[in-house]
């Protein structure tokens, strides 16, 4: 029993001994401290916000002219398309034209969004395309054909042109119609 007791305190002793080393090895740690992290903002506005048209009494043959700003005040680069929203309810918007242009510069009669503008980009959508169906790109998710890009912080100026062809019916006569034109953005980073 002697043999026992004597072969367990030389295990505690060893045990003790090696614990005893363990704890007197040098050490070091360092902390790389307040890392940060943000996301980025899309952020696509338009101006005017309002109707772009209010017209009357149009006839076969007229042209009007407007135009929207597109400003991407976010912080990511970003993509935007246009699509149209009829009221449904008559059929002059399938009579109606539109040529969109990009523009980046007035004319002579300095009004950016009239026939004499300076053009970069001509018949992003048209030329004398269907209103009711306007689109710019795609607004399914990820890059399609047509799809706009602008930077961050950057912008671009759209000129609108709305034609009643001479050709026109009496059958428009009298009618009218509403379009809305709905603009969706999306990052274009890590989105194929």
Do not use: H
């Not at 992290?37 to 506005?45: E, K, P, Q, R």
């Not at 008559?90 to 300095?110: K, M, P, R, Y």
């Not at 009496?170 to 709905?182: D, I, K």
């Amino acid at each position: 029993m002697k043999k026992v007791v004597i072969s367990a305190l030389m295990v505690g002793v060893i045990l003790a001994v090696a614990l005893i080393g363990a704890i007197a090895l040098f050490t070091d740690q360092e902390t790389n401290p307040s890392n940060s992290f943000s996301t980025g903002t899309v952020d696509l506005a338009i101006n005017p916000a309002t109707a772009m048209f209010t017209v009357s009494n149009m006839a076969p043959g007229d042209v009007r002219y407007s135009g929207i700003q597109m400003t991407n005040g976010g912080s990511l680069e970003l993509r935007y398309t246009m699509t149209t929203i009829a009221d449904g309810s008559s059929i002059l918007d399938e009579q109606l034209d539109l040529t969109i242009d990009v523009v980046t510069g007035a004319g002579l009669d300095t009004i950016w969004y009239t026939l004499d503008d300076v053009v970069s980009e001509a018949n992003v959508y048209g030329p004398d395309g269907v209103l009711s169906s306007a689109a710019i790109g795609d607004p399914t998710q990820g890059a399609d054909t047509g799809d706009r890009t602008l930077a961050a912080s950057g912008s671009e100026r759209l000129r609108f042109k709305v034609t009643l062809p001479l050709s026109t019916s009496n059958v428009y006569q009298g009618t009218t119609c509403t379009v809305s034109f709905v603009f969706d953005a999306e990052q274009t980073a890590n989105n194929p």
